[in-house]
């Protein structure tokens, strides 16, 4: 018989105590270091003494450290604890919308030929858009609805894979402004990374304002980070330019979503 209790996806999702451990986890590191059981027993649906128990274990079992009454900190091995669990998660939802739902949702693709309801249609993505063809694909699925070319049409039962590749993300720390910030870049080793990306974000008012210093107003600002991440997927080679406190964090997600990326220094030597 098989033995899953080394695997966080399978101890998570199959024992409600771990759940809530990793739940109490979550709530401590966001509100540390000033923690209110009550509250996160009413989130929780639990009561007052059983957070109270739940983080007298974590602190024995060194995930949490105490500083006095109602005062928490999360460890670094908490944090790996809750990195674990939480990345085994977010593979399991990928799993869950790419392999299971895909076989029930209806997607939506643009049409490239006239097309009739209950058509089989070739599926096939192409600069990061969907399209519908009659032409046989690698993946296919059933009108379900008719449309003329360019239009919207939705196709369900998508069986196959389509095929594409995923892009390249060329990452760039911008120091923050207390470190020279935009002052610090150089606005040729910049141009040089967005000559051919199709797609440039920015985070943080430094590496914005680099960018206009080059005569570039970037595609994304807000949302940029998940911005670039989902172009990626969807084929676009991209730039991100990032301040450099959360550059590291950016790296660990990427390195979670498993894309592939190119780190550039934007400071001269």
Known sequence: MTDFSDDPLYVILRSKREATRFQIL??????????RQQEIAAKLG?????????IRELVDEGLVT??????????????????????????????????????????????????????????LMQ????????EEQSAT????????????LGVARLN?????EEGLIHVCKVPRVERGGSRQVSTDLLREVV???????AVGLESYVALRKADIEPDMFFGSREGVVEAAFHGRECAIFIVDEEFTDFLKRLETVGLAYTIHDLIPS
């Open 26 to 35: 979550v709530e401590i590191a966001e509100h540390q270091p000033a923690v």
């Open 66 to 123: 105490a500083h006095g009454r109602g005062r928490y900190e999360v460890t670094k091995s908490g944090i790996e604890w809750v990195l674990r669990h939480a990345e085994a998660l977010e593979a399991y939802a990928r799993h869950i919308n790419r392999d299971i739902i895909q076989q029930v949702a209806v997607w939506t693709a643009i049409a490239r030929d006239d097309i009739r309801k209950g058509d089989t249609v070739g599926v």
């Open 127 to 134: 600069d990061g858009w969907l399209y519908a063809t009659k």
């Open 160 to 164: 196959g894979i389509i095929q594409h």
């Open 46 to 54: 639990v009561t007052p003494q059983a957070v109270s128990e739940y």
């Open 195 to 201: 000559r051919g990306v199709e797609m440039v974000g």
């Open 141 to 152: 699925g059933l009108a379900t609805m008719d449309a003329a070319p360019g239009e919207d």
